[in-house]
Structure formats: C-alpha cells, structure tokens
C-alpha cells in the first residue's frame, strides 16, 4: 500500500550534512519525494510502500550523520501526490527561526587525507572543508544557514565546486563555505606594518620565521593566535614579554596525540578530548625534562595541549616540522581575541613581527575551549569554539530570558523553549573592547535565535558592567540573581533536578545579600530561592581589589583576626619577611575598618595559605595563588587533615579556620614542606564540607549535594569532596556541560529567573 508521511526535525540539522544524508536514505530505498530547511530545522515529504517509509522513518534518527543533533522528530499522515522523484528544494524564508546552527568543527579525516594528497585538486589549500567539518558558527551572518548569510558570499564558487556542491552524493553537497584554488578565499604574509610579503609560500615563509625565533599572528576560525616555538626559551620569553603575560600558562599545539605523550601524560579519557570534533585545548600532566621550555607554563604541573584543528595549522605545523607551538589568543592580556586583518595589525602592534592572514572574514570571535579530566569526566573550563552555539538542554520549557552573567569570565544566555543558549567565552569585563564584545555577543545571539525576550536576568552587585547594562534596558522586565544562587541553579539546570539540594559554592567573589562579599558558601537552595545554611567566618579584606592582586594581605588578614597583633612575634619565614611599615598601615586600615569590606570567600582563604607558605605573595593573573597551591600538593599518602570548626549561629553554622591556622603555624614552625602543608590543607576542606553536608543533611532531610564555584576547577579538591560525599551516601552532581566558575554563571541566573516568574505567574 502506497503511504505519504510528513516529517517535521529540530534540532542541529542544517550545514551538517542532513539533507544528503536523508536524500541517499531515501533513493536507497526508492522512495519519491521532497526534503527542505526551513526556520525550525528541516521538513521531510516521504512517499511509498508502507513497509519501506516506515523502515526510512525508524532508520532516519539512527544514522543521521555525526555532526547532526536532532532534538524533536515527528511524523504525521498526508496525502499521496505524483512525485516520480526524491529532491531537495530550497529554504524558505520569512518563518520563524528555531533551527540550531552548528559550531565550529575540526577538519575530518577525509579532507586532511585529500590536504596531503599530491594528486587532489585541493592539494595543499589550506580552506578545504566538507558538510562534515570546518567553520560555521563564526561565518554566520543570519539563518537560514545558507551561503549568501555567510562571509563566503563574496567568493562565487568555480564550475568544479558547484558541481560538488549541487550533487546530493557528493560529501560537499551544499557545503556553506565549499571553496578551492581557483575560487575561494587565500593566504598572504604580511610584516608587522600591515604590507603584503611577496613570496611564492606564504605558510612556509610563515614557519621560517618561527623557526628563527619570531611571533607570527595567525588568523584561525575564531580569531587570531599569537605563535611562536614552544621549544625556544628565547622565543617564549619574547612572546610573554610582549604580550605583557608575565607567569600565566600559554596553551601549546602539537601535531599529533602521539607528540603530546612526549610532553605530558595522557589517559584514554585525554586522548578522547583531544581528538574531538571541538578539539579543545586539555589540562594535561607534564612530563619532567622535555623540550618544551619552561617558560611556557612556569610554576605549574600542567600544560594545556590542543591539536591543529584548521587546514592551515596542519600545514604550518607540518610545513616547520615543529613539535609544538604556542599558539595563544592574538590580544593584549585581558581584551577580547582580534579577528580582522587590520584591526590585528594595529591592535597586535609591536606584539608580532609576521602576520599570517586570509581574505575570508571572520564575522563572530571565538576563543579556544578548556577543558580538564577530572575524576574521569571532562569538565568545561572554558566553553567556547567547538561547543558555542549548541544549547544546554533543559528539563522543561522556559519562558524568553536573557542573562548577562558576572564581571569576570562572562558568558550571556539566552533561553527559548527547552534549550539554553550560551554565548562563546566573553572574558572580563573590565575595559572597552570586553564590553563592546558583550554589546556584539547579545545582539549576535538575539539575531540568530530571533528572540527579543522581555526579561534580564542579572548579578546582585551594583557595580558589574553587566548588570548595569541590564538596569539600563527601559523596556525589560529585571530579576536580580545572587551570585552564589545562580552558581548552584546553574549546576542543577545541566543535571535536569528538580525540587532543593544543598549547593556548596565555593570562588573568590560574589556580592552577598547582605552587602558583604561571600565566597565561601553552603546553601539550601532550590531555582526560586536559597537559604544561607553555612559559611566561612568573615575575615577583613584589607584594600579591598588590592588584596586579591596582593595574597600576602589576606594572610596578615587571617592572622590579626585569629592571634591579634601577637603574630608579629611569630619565628615563621612569612613574618620574617614581611615589610614593617607596609604591614603596620595595613594593620592600622584594619583596625579603623578603612577600605577593607567583609569577605567569606574561599578563593581568598587559599590566597592566604599560599602566601603563608610561601608560594604567592602577588599574583600576575586571577586564581594564581590558589591554581600553584593546587600544584604544590606533595605526592606522598599523607592523610593528615587540618580541621575547620563549625560554630552554631542562630540557625545556621559558621566555618572557624582558628583550628586550621593553628595547625598550619604549628606546621610552620617545624619547617614542613609546603607541598605537605597544601595536602593537609585541601584534605582539611574535603572533611569539613563531606561534615557539612551531613549537618545539612540532619536538618533538611536533602541528600543530593550540588558543586559550583570556581574553587571546583580544583581536580584535587573535588575528586576528594566528590568521594567523601558519596562515601556518606550523597549523591553529587558536578559540572560538566557548563564551567563550573563564573563562564557557567549566565546559564544560573536564566533559570532562577524563569523559575520565579512562574512563581509570580508571568509567562
């Protein structure tokens, strides 16, 4: 009996190959009929014997292609007509826009074998590309995602490529950013004054200079990266000098996982990340004594190592022959990565000496992703190019809402329907460039998902960039989110819970509903609101943004609030060495409550044991403190603890660290070594908070703990709190889809909103 199904699919199913995928579905079983993208994802016209439109519609999910995501399928009876044929015909416009773009993705295995084959007529172009691979996101003018809507519209293709590009059998069929030799975009070499080098091989030239110890710009998918060898000390030290960037760790490309292992240690899990499709750089181990210089990552046990992930890094690593490259973001220190030939000339002035460019526009930034294996999951660290714009899928539908995220590492979101959008990594927004990205991030966003949503969702604190952009919007309705509260909804939203669990929030910062900092917290919370069950005592934060630049503060913090000015006399090197006036102004700002606010933070209690042992007395960039007191941890069994105390206050509890500064001084003065004392110290933190939740837990009745906050991009310390937790019958849930710091924040602040506006009634 001859049938005719209709077939609606959502999801990631435009630019990956679906169309071709569903034609060849269809002919192989010779079904006639129509496939077309529209705004909400594709439409499927099906028609033929019973049996073989049912087998196309079980197998059509079951083998769509890798890149694809389908999210709803559904299928509907309609009525027979006289196609003889099964054909793709063209997107309509005018609808409204539901379907999802793809990110972008790392060059396949088919395009990289026909980039080295001599006898391919795209030999050595450094723009091949498929439906399975290449740029998407960062080309994307509009939607549908369709040739003329993105930045390779200016490069009408050759007979050659359209011929590829018509043919539903061909893996390039309707490949956006198709393009060869003769008709697609190409690279020059310009010097550091902007003018074009002439010279036969622009790549090679490219790879000369950095053999000989230069920095060369290249422009990548979402931006450009500042190069030089990995393995000259001189070049590496030249690069850091430059860019400013005096300690912070640069990110390393190496040709292959099997380099990688030269340098660091690598499991099957690290393996897995590496290679794929998002190719992020990954926090592996480093080995002792390999040929990557110091400099690159100085004072820390890890490297972060990614593989070439565009054409042209597979030919400029081959063409050198180099075994790793630092390939950092292409900015000065803290502003957003460049992305058009002349604006990195004249913003990465006196930072490269080539730059490597092409005539394909970048039209959206995108920095590279970070990810870590923690407790044998990858957690985002940085969630960015690979992985932006495909949505965190959520437990149920939510209204239209924008969140703008915090003031450090922001992100923004945007929620529509059962998915939640979050931009690519934005950075601080602490000067122009930042916010103006911001600006281009939201409206970027807004554009493609065609949402204008009625409500922000914001941070509590009055002075972020974020929020008061948010409190300017005359015509939204604003939900200010606590910061800490938006941390522990945002790790329930990726796990799909319902109902309330005690969420332990641990950074270096939020603003308090009490007008304190908070930082180190244990909340009851649900997505509506939160109560405040325990947190570490408030100690001074003396100079307020000067101490968190400055470690050595909050050690003389904690020090006068547990011995008063007795520690003065202390015999412990830290004491010894401190500067006399310097201290006694800092004691004295202290006392008259001068610029020195109330913080609970955790990020902070680090700082002051790192500077207290001896590690950290200023840091060059955020988190530096905490992130060498994590690598000092000694490799022995020690299973010394150092105790925290919690002290009932009213209804809830207060974490004394009087106990541990006294066992850490004790320690000090019997000259431990600080890799034993930091062991002792995070141990210290586990037991207190694996204690903590079974206080919690009496109370409440609550079993399921939820981990965010910054201070849980710390491997040891989770991996520690996780088992100890699960150990008490816990069930725990971490981050994995979204940064457990502040890049995951936004996805908090969307959720808490939408949950009290339906507590409010709005819709």
């Not at 003389?556 to 520690?567: C, E, I, K, Q």
């Not at 002051?608 to 988190?623: C, D, F, K, T």
């Amino acid at each position: 009996m001859e049938v005719r199904r209709h077939i609606e699919v959502s999801g990631i199913v435009q630019g990956v190959g679906f169309r071709p995928y569903v034609y060849r579905l269809a002919t192989r079983r010779h079904l006639t009929g129509t496939i077309r993208n529209t705004a909400a994802g594709v439409t499927i016209e099906v028609q033929g014997p019973s049996e073989a439109v049912q087998d196309f519609v079980d197998h059509l999910p079951a083998e769509a292609p890798a890149l694809a995501r389908i999210t709803s399928l559904s299928v509907h009876e309609a009525a027979c007509n006289g196609d003889l044929d099964f054909r793709i015909v063209h997107s309509q416009a005018g609808e409204e826009v539901r379907t999802l773009i793809s990110p972008d993705v790392a060059i396949c295995p088919e395009c990289l074998h026909e980039l080295f084959d001599p006898k391919d007529r795209r030999y050595g172009y450094p723009f091949i590309n498929c439906t399975n691979c290449g740029p998407r996101f960062t080309i994307v003018r509009d939607i549908p995602y369709d040739r003329p809507s993105t930045s390779m519209a200016v490069f009408p293709m050759c007979p050659a490529c359209r011929a590829e590009y018509d043919d539903p059998l061909n893996r390039r069929f309707h490949a956006q950013p198709n393009a060869c030799w003769d008709c697609g975009p190409r690279v020059e070499l310009w010097n550091k004054l902007g003018r074009r080098i002439d010279c036969r091989d622009p790549i090679a030239e490219a790879a000369l200079g950095l053999h000989t110890g230069l920095v060369v710009a290249v422009k990548g998918l979402g931006g450009f990266h500042l190069a030089a060898d990995a393995t000259s000390a001189a070049a590496v030290a030249l690069l850091r000098e430059r860019k400013r960037r005096v300690e912070k760790p640069f990110a390393v490309m190496v040709p292959a996982v099997d380099t990688a292992r030269e340098f660091c240690e690598l499991d099957e899990g690290a393996r897995a990340a590496m290679e794929s499709v998002q190719r992020p750089i990954v926090l592996l181990a480093k080995r002792t004594h390999t040929a990557i210089a110091d400099a690159v990552a100085p004072f820390n046990r890890y490297l972060g190592v990614f593989l070439p992930y565009t054409p042209l890094h597979h030919l400029l690593l081959r063409e050198g022959g180099f075994k790793a490259l630092v390939m950092t973001s292409g900015n000065l220190s803290e502003e957003p990565i460049a992305i058009d030939n002349r604006e990195a000339v004249s913003r990465l002035d006196g930072l490269a000496d080539y730059f490597l460019v092409h005539n394909r526009d970048i039209l959206l930034r995108c920095d590279d992703s970070v990810v870590r294996i923690a407790g044998g999951v990858t957690r985002q660290l940085r969630r960015s190019r690979g992985f932006v714009p495909v949505p965190v899928f959520l437990k149920d539908e939510q209204p239209s809402i924008l969140a703008v995220g915090g003031e450090l590492k922001n992100t923004i979101c945007l929620t529509k329907g059962k998915h939640a959008f979050l931009s690519q990594h934005i950075g601080d927004l602490e000067n122009v460039e930042s916010y103006s990205f911001f600006h281009e991030a939201i409206d970027h966003l807004q554009r493609i998902l065609e949402i204008q949503p009625g409500t922000i969702a914001c941070d509590l604190h009055p002075d972020y960039f974020s929020t008061k952009w948010a409190q300017q919007q005359r015509d939204a309705h604003v939900v200010g989110v606590q910061h800490h509260h938006a941390h522990i909804a945002s790790c329930m939203a990726e796990n799909h819970l319902e109902g309330r669990v005690i969420g332990f929030a641990l950074d270096g910062t939020g603003y308090g509903t009490d007008g304190h900092i908070w930082g180190g917290e244990v909340l009851v919370a649900g997505y509506q609101d939160f109560e405040r069950a325990a947190h570490f005592e408030y100690v001074l934060l003396p100079g307020g943004t000067a101490a968190i630049r400055e470690p050595w503060r909050m050690a003389v913090s904690y020090l006068a609030h547990h011995f008063g000015r007795d520690f003065l006399n202390l015999d412990i090197p830290f004491v010894r060495q401190l500067d006399r006036p310097k201290t006694e102004l800092l004691l004295r700002m202290m006392e008259q409550k001068l610029n020195s606010p109330l913080t609970s933070s955790c990020g902070r209690l680090f700082d002051a044991v790192s500077a207290l042992v001896g590690i950290r007395h200023q840091v060059n960039y955020e988190a530096q403190a905490a992130i060498e007191l994590e690598m000092a941890i000694s490799s022995s069994d020690d299973q010394a603890a150092y105790r925290l105390e919690l002290l009932p206050d009213g209804q809830n509890w207060v974490i004394s660290t009087q106990p541990l500064f006294e066992a850490l001084l004790e320690d000090l003065g019997k000259s431990v070594p600080p890799g034993i004392i930091s062991r002792r110290f995070h141990n210290g933190l586990a037991e207190a908070f694996a204690q903590l939740a079974c206080v919690v837990r009496e109370k409440t009745g609550l079993d399921r703990v939820c981990l965010s906050g910054g201070v849980f991009h710390n491997a040891y310390l989770s991996q520690h709190l996780e088992t100890q937790l699960a150990v008490a019958g816990f069930e725990v849930f971490t981050h994995h889809e979204v940064p457990a710091g502040d890049g995951g924040l936004s996805l908090g602040q969307a959720v808490v909103a939408a949950a009290r506006l339906d507590g409010e009634g709005h819709h």
